[in-house]
């Protein structure tokens, strides 16, 4: 699969994360129809960012080596086209629940992992090896988390990649109804605060198209993204 393959300084498994990062990724353009564009690699911060600035984003597989994928279309939610419902308004008017932000990524990350809330689902993305990565991440100040709180537990929250202006919704969790809604609506306007326009959601959801989320190509992606990142 050499339309797939990207150049590596070096390759591993999903578990690990190697210190030696990748040096570059193939031109999006020749992304699979999948989107897949590149297989192998590694996880360190370098080449986290390295994806991100380049408009790409890991989703591992059991059953593969690291696969990295730049689909034909992303999701995007512009913060000027934000629709939050009625319901969703009265929640955040009444509800007690506290918000904190970077109090415990950690934390959110784990829960995120687990299949709670999850239907049907019996597998998870978010593998050892993804959650070491995003935790460096987050110690290196790139990864950051919506939370919300009842007293002192934490009972919801989301966790993303902040570069720069450029923010990318990686994963959500509740142990409350509406509480993982409630941290991203505050986590949302904390960003817009910062100058920050949309929020990459990679994929399509029932939740963000609700919010106004709407796809765009791969080529309008590219361009927002040199505007932003930095």
């Not at 339309?3 to 690990?16: K, P, V, Y």
């Not at 279309?73 to 939050?84: A, S």
């Not at 987050?138 to 720069?164: K, P, Q, T």
Request: proline fraction near 6%.
């Amino acid at each position: 699969m050499m339309e797939g393959s990207a150049i590596f300084c070096t390759a591993s498994n999903t578990t690990d994360i190697n210190p030696m990062p990748i040096t570059a990724f193939p031109p999006l353009e020749s992304a699979l129809p999948s989107g897949l564009l590149a297989i192998g690699g590694d996880l360190s911060v370098p080449s986290l960012l390295l994806a991100y600035r380049s408009g790409v984003f890991p989703w591992p597989h059991d059953d593969h080596e690291l696969l990295w994928f730049s689909p034909p279309t992303r999701t995007i939610l512009f913060f000027k086209d934000l629709r939050i419902p009625r319901s969703l308004k009265k929640e955040l008017r009444r509800t007690s629940l506290s918000f904190r932000m970077n109090t415990a990524c950690k934390a959110v990350i784990e829960r995120c992992s687990e299949l709670y809330n999850r239907g049907d689902q019996s597998a998870t993305w978010i593998t050892p090896g993804m959650k070491s990565a995003y935790e460096e991440l987050h110690r290196a100040g790139y990864c950051i988390s919506f939370e919300s709180w009842r007293s002192d537990a934490l009972v919801a929250g989301v966790y993303g990649v902040l570069i720069n202006r450029f923010f990318a919704g990686e994963s959500m969790f509740y142990r409350e109804p509406n509480g993982s809604k409630i941290a991203l609506i505050r986590g949302l306007a904390y960003l817009e605060e910062q100058g920050v326009e949309w929020m990459d959601c990679q994929m399509s959801s029932a939740l963000v198209m609700q919010l106004g989320a709407r796809e765009v190509g791969r080529e309008q992606y590219g361009e927002m993204l040199q505007g932003v990142v930095g």
